[in-house]
């Protein structure tokens, strides 16, 4: 190698960094990203509106699939599905770019669990991306299918089992984690810049309950992966319809399903605010 090569590929690479760096944190890519979090909103709420249908007694698909389809059907439907597609890439770039160059000031655990916060996230919107975009082209997906048939394929060996066991655990944890956050107002500390008096008051609420409702529906989603897993019965396992529907058949479930759901449009709406309010 000739003297000095090393030090040019170096150069040039801590160039195409800055310049990447430079363009995750620029204005126009910060408002694309805050569009991820509106499309996330317009999710949760119309999944809420879903749920809240089945706790009445109506039929429909209490997930992804079932909320963006109901999104395609609406007039004025596909310029929204290419909007909630275009915030949710942004969105999930955004986060990637965080796992690289955010969490600078923080050290040694504090910055590993943050980036892998952020890589979570981004794995996240990048999937709820995909949902709209199929939909925006005019395809479909069934998110309850999808989810059975891939757990079938993870039972048919010990180390896939093992796997999706983990991946109930993990749910479960969040859902944990999201109940937290509501019941202590943590999610607060995401936030800047929020009104005084009743509309910051209107925003804790909507937070509190939306965080706690998102959880419980995370939980039942967690505990149905993990007992699919142990009895080896992957129709078990049918992603947040199933949980949703899983939660209405119990004792007193049409009620309780309409609180979780009122709480997911609460959530919705939350998504909305905060994504005028997040910290970038």
């Not at 000095?4 to 910060?30: C, I, L, M, Y």
Request: net charge positive; with cysteine.
């Amino acid at each position: 190698m000739a003297p000095g090569t090393g030090k040019s590929h170096r150069g040039a690479a801590d160039t195409a960094s800055d310049a990447a760096e430079d363009a995750v944190n620029s204005k126009g890519f910060e408002l694309a990203a805050r569009a991820g979090y509106v499309a996330a909103g317009i999710l949760h709420f119309l999944i809420g509106v879903i749920a809240l249908g089945l706790a009445n007694g109506g039929s429909g698909s209490a997930d992804q699939s079932g909320a963006v389809g109901q999104l395609a059907a609406n007039p004025g439907g596909t310029f929204l599905l290419w909007f909630c597609f275009i915030g949710c890439l942004a969105l999930s770039l955004f986060q990637l770019g965080e796992v690289f160059f955010g969490a600078k000031l923080l050290r040694g655990r504090d910055r590993l669990v943050a980036r892998l916060k952020s890589g979570g996230q981004a794995v996240v919107y990048a999937a709820i991306g995909v949902t709209f975009g199929r939909f925006a082209m005019g395809g479909s997906s069934d998110s309850s299918s999808s989810t059975s048939s891939l757990s079938a394929s993870l039972m048919s060996n010990p180390a896939g089992a093992a796997l999706l066991l983990a991946v109930g655990l993990g749910i479960l944890g969040v859902g944990g984690y999201f109940v937290y956050s509501g019941a202590t107002r943590r999610f607060l500390r995401k936030l800047s810049g929020l009104p005084s008096g009743s509309p910051g008051r209107a925003v804790t609420a909507l937070g509190t309950a939306g965080y706690i409702a998102k959880g419980i529906a995370l939980g039942v989603l967690g505990i149905l992966v993990v007992a699919a897993t142990v009895t080896h019965d992957p129709e078990k396992s049918t992603g947040l319809d199933g949980a949703l529907k899983t939660l209405r058949d119990q004792p007193f479930g049409p009620w309780l399903l309409g609180a979780v759901a009122l709480g997911l449009m609460a959530y919705g709406v939350f998504m909305v605010v905060r994504s005028k309010y997040q910290r970038m």
